[in-house]
């Protein structure tokens, strides 16, 4: 069955980095999308990055140049590299696997979140 495991959520000053990881199995990674999503209290759930199959990007405005989001095929890890940390991102981080390659339909499997919190 499919599992993704995120991990490396914590707490930071703004300015600072974080990294986290999404560990997956269950699945042939390397022929799905994966993305990242995130969730503050009281709020709706953003995309934030996606991947798709051929390694292409794409990246919300709100964290556009500040984050990064790779996939290691091999290890079947999920990352996302995030600097400039801003109070605003603030929130429960989660990792998805897309229903497809291009990153074109809905996200089937979430992880249980990890928990991001950056004070001012």
């Known amino acids: 069955q499919v599992q993704l495991v995120e991990s490396g959520g914590g707490s930071v000053q703004a300015g600072g980095s974080l990294r986290l990881s999404c560990a997956a199995s269950?699945?042939?990674?390397?022929?799905?999308?994966m993305g990242w999503f995130r969730q503050a209290p009281g709020k709706e759930r953003e995309r934030i990055a996606v991947?798709?199959?051929?390694?292409?990007?794409s990246y919300a405005g709100s964290v556009e140049g500040r984050f990064t989001i790779s996939k290691d095929n091999a290890k079947k890890i999920l990352s996302l590299e995030m600097n400039s940390l801003k109070p605003e991102d603030t929130a429960m981080y989660y990792c998805a696997k897309g229903r497809d390659n291009y990153c074109s339909l809905d996200f089937t499997y979430w992880g249980q979140g990890t928990q991001v919190t950056v004070s001012s």
């Open positions: 269950g699945f042939t990674y390397s022929a799905y999308c």
């Open positions: 991947i798709d199959s051929d390694g292409r990007a």
